[in-house]
């Protein structure tokens, strides 16, 4: 199980429809594509592993800076992990497990909004609910991961 980086092209857009979360980050791409913006070998902010010729799991991740961030203190530059999903006939199978084990090796705190009855799963990966309340106007419900050595408390705002 190899996690590779998505090329931005035709055939991954393809891929991605068969995705629940098919939205406006992927039909922006498809406009850059068609305008002939965004070149085949761009750096793309997915993630993915196949399963032969197949793309069966999938996730986005934004490195954000540390003047953006409003969940660790003091702030600092952290990962943001979008679209983590596995195809059904996949799940179960590590897939996604793995995919959040590459995020984490590049050693910087993750946060993520998980989706709907997906919490369990992201406990088991170690990530825990931000404990400060904080502006819900966006609707919010992040789970945040840190890095060996460094304690939740530490970095509570």
């Given at each position: 199980?190899?996690?590779?980086?998505?090329?931005?092209?035709?055939?991954?857009?393809?891929?991605?429809?068969?995705?629940?979360?098919?939205?406006?980050?992927?039909?922006?791409?498809?406009?850059?594509l068609e305008a002939n913006i965004v070149?085949?070998?761009?750096?793309?902010?997915?993630?993915?592993?196949?399963?032969?010729?197949k793309l069966v799991a999938r996730m986005?991740?934004?490195?954000?800076?540390?003047?953006?961030?409003?969940?660790?203190y003091p702030p600092q530059?952290?990962?943001?992990?979008?679209k983590l999903e596995v195809l059904p006939d996949y799940q179960g199978k590590g897939y996604g497990k793995e995919l959040v084990e590459f995020?984490?090796?590049?050693?910087?705190?993750?946060?993520?909004?998980?989706?709907?009855?997906?919490?369990g799963f992201w406990e088991k990966m170690g990530f825990t609910s931000v404990e400060y309340?904080?502006?819900?106007?966006?609707g919010e419900n992040p789970l945040v991961w840190y890095p060996e050595g460094v304690t939740p408390q530490e970095h509570l705002k």
């Open positions: 199980m190899t996690v590779v980086r998505l090329k931005v092209n035709f055939k991954t857009l393809e891929e991605f429809k068969q995705f629940k979360e098919y939205g406006l980050q992927e039909l922006s791409m498809l406009e850059d070149e085949d070998d761009s750096d793309s902010p997915f993630y993915g592993i196949y399963f032969g010729d986005s991740l934004y490195q954000i800076q540390a003047k953006f961030d409003r969940y660790f530059d952290y990962l943001e992990l979008w995020a984490k090796s590049f050693g910087l705190p993750i946060k993520t909004n998980p989706r709907v009855k997906s919490n309340e904080m502006d819900r106007d966006r």
